[in-house]
């Protein structure tokens, strides 16, 4: 499965005060720390990170994941869309591959 996520902290952490930019970047750079270390190939752009494994372990990483933002704020805003396509595997980039290929074709 391929699965792409977007987890971002709000609201102010009990006892802590938030800076004034109200920027997010820590948060999401903790969440993506997990991504990386987990093992499973990746992608992160300016929206969201991109994961592909098995569901078990794809959703596995996400829950970490969210929960490390939640240290940032009272509440964690989660949006998460998944492909799942059994007995695929290497669709991070073959499917990026074949868009292109069409594209090319199409010129």
Excluded: C
Aim: charged content about 25%; proline content about 5%.
């Amino acid at each position: 499965m391929l699965l792409a996520f977007s987890v971002a902290p709000s609201g102010t952490p009990s006892g802590v005060s938030r800076p004034s930019d109200a920027s997010v970047h820590d948060a999401v750079a903790a969440a993506v720390k997990i991504v990386r270390e987990s093992g499973l190939p990746n992608r992160t752009d300016s929206m969201f990170t991109t994961i592909e494994g098995e569901w078990d372990e794809v959703f596995d990483v996400v829950k970490r994941a969210t929960e490390a933002v939640g240290q940032f704020g009272s509440r964690v805003s989660l949006v998460i869309k998944a492909d799942i396509r059994p007995g695929y595997t290497g669709e991070l980039t073959a499917k990026v591959d074949r868009l292109e290929t069409a594209l090319s074709d199409g010129s």
